[in-house]
């Protein structure tokens, strides 16, 4: 691997988690938070939205907390464990400090909900990953979460199929069966 790459495509929550690889930080400044956003875009308006906006290093310190607390609470809580309290309390005020509300509107022909949350940018997009991990940790598929099988990686995903073992086949699937057809035939 050339080096750490974002994987996404997990729930939103699983992939802020995944922006802390077992080396290195993939959200190192403000520009490569608003890039981690524009991968998320595809699946979520908001996160366009964010991207955006004015991103400041104050936005990444409480991106790099939510994903703390959220890594904390998840480490446990996929194992069937007591998720510290601590980040369960982070993760609740981060949502309280942008609340959101679905303001109703008639559009002719039938009433329109659209979602709006109040409060500075940070707080919002601090609220909108919070909100996240609220959702994974309250999801009963939590206890499927894995962390990838391959030696060197820690990244985490929710697997579609029971026998997923890697993150990615095409990243580490791949070099693991690289290694093992390698080391098959050099001994041979």
């Known amino acids: 691997m050339s080096g750490p790459v974002h994987l996404t495509g997990e729930p939103l929550a699983l992939d802020l988690v ?3 690889p077992s080396v290195g930080d993939l959200l190192t400044g403000p520009d490569e938070l608003r ?8 699946r979520s308006p908001e996160a366009r939205e964010f991207a955006a906006a004015e991103l400041t290093d104050a936005a990444l310190e409480a991106v790099r907390g939510v994903r703390a ?13 007591r998720p510290p309290s601590g980040a369960l309390d982070a993760l609740t005020r981060a949502q309280g400090a942008a609340p959101a509300v679905r303001e109703l509107h008639w559009n002719g022909t039938t009433v329109t909900a659209t979602r709006r949350r109040t409060g500075p940018t940070v707080a919002q997009l601090t609220a909108w990953l919070a909100e996240a991990a609220a959702d994974l940790l309250t999801d009963p598929s939590v206890a499927t979460v894995r962390q990838c099988a391959a030696e060197d990686c ?3 995903f929710l697997p579609a199929h029971p026998r997923r073992r890697w993150c990615s086949a095409a990243r580490c699937g791949n070099r693991v069966r690289v290694a093992r057809h390698y080391r098959r035939h050099r001994s041979a």
């Open 35 to 42: 890039a981690w956003l524009l991968l998320e875009a595809d």
């Open 18 to 20: 995944n922006t802390h």
């Open 154 to 156: 820690v990244l985490l």
């Open 69 to 81: 607390h959220t890594a904390h609470a998840l480490d446990r809580v996929r194992r069937g464990e």
